[in-house]
Each structure stands twice: as C-alpha cells, then as structure tokens.
Nanobody, 113 residues
Framework: QVQLVESGGGLVQPGGSLRLSCAAS????????MRWYRQAPGKERELVAFISNAGGSTSYADFVKGRFTISRDNAKNTVYLQMNSLKPEDTAVYYCTRDGKYWGQGTQVTVSS
C-alpha cells in the first residue's frame, strides 16, 4: 500500500527556516514525480513545488520561488522541502503527494512572532 508521511513542521518566527520531509513507501519511489502542496484554513489546497522522478527538474509556485527548495533522496525514499525566509502567509498544513492521488497526513507549519 502507498504511504506518505510528512514530518518537520512546527512553529517558527518570520524569517526562519524549516525542512520538511516526506517518507514514502509501498511503491517504486524513483519512477514517480512528487509534489508538495499546502492548505491554509478556509483556502484551497495549492501547489507549492514539483520534482521529477530523478530530481533533475524542479518547479515552484511564484509565492515561494527563491525561498523554498524541493529535493529528493531516492535511496531513502524521501522528498524534502527546505523552507527559508518564512513569512506568516506560509502558515498552512503542508502535504506531499504522488499523482495528486496519494497524500500524506500533512504537517503543520506556523510562522508567527
């Protein structure tokens, strides 16, 4: 069975950093692209970042470009989201997904003074 488990969220001050992890199991990880989404209360879930199966291609939403970096370690079946220069508007539950069909449980990121 496909499982995705996010971790690494927490409370940080504006300007701070967090690194999120998504541990994958139950499928051949290295043949699938992965994505990070986020959802704030009362808002639609929105795409944050994309990474191709081997990690050679990445893309980002405009609102995180230059601040966030997606990466993956296929030997560890894990995808990461390094978040720097965090802003209060980054506060959301962050999810990783394969295909938009399989999702993790999410990890809460709160950016506040």
């Amino acid at each position: 069975q496909v499982q995705l488990v996010e971790s690494g969220g927490g409370l940080v001050q504006p300007g701070g950093s967090l690194r999120l992890s998504c541990a994958a199991s139950g499928f051949t990880f290295n043949i699938y692209a992965m994505r990070w989404y986020r959802q704030a209360p009362g808002k639609e879930r929105e795409l944050v970042a994309f990474i191709s199966n081997a990690g050679g291609s990445t893309s980002y939403a405009d609102f995180v470009k230059g601040r966030f970096t997606i990466s993956r370690d296929n030997a560890k079946n894990t995808v990461y989201l390094q978040m720097n220069s965090l802003k209060p508007e980054d506060t959301a539950v962050y999810y990783c997904t394969r295909d938009g069909k399989y999702w993790g449980q999410g990890t809460q990121v709160t950016v506040s003074s």
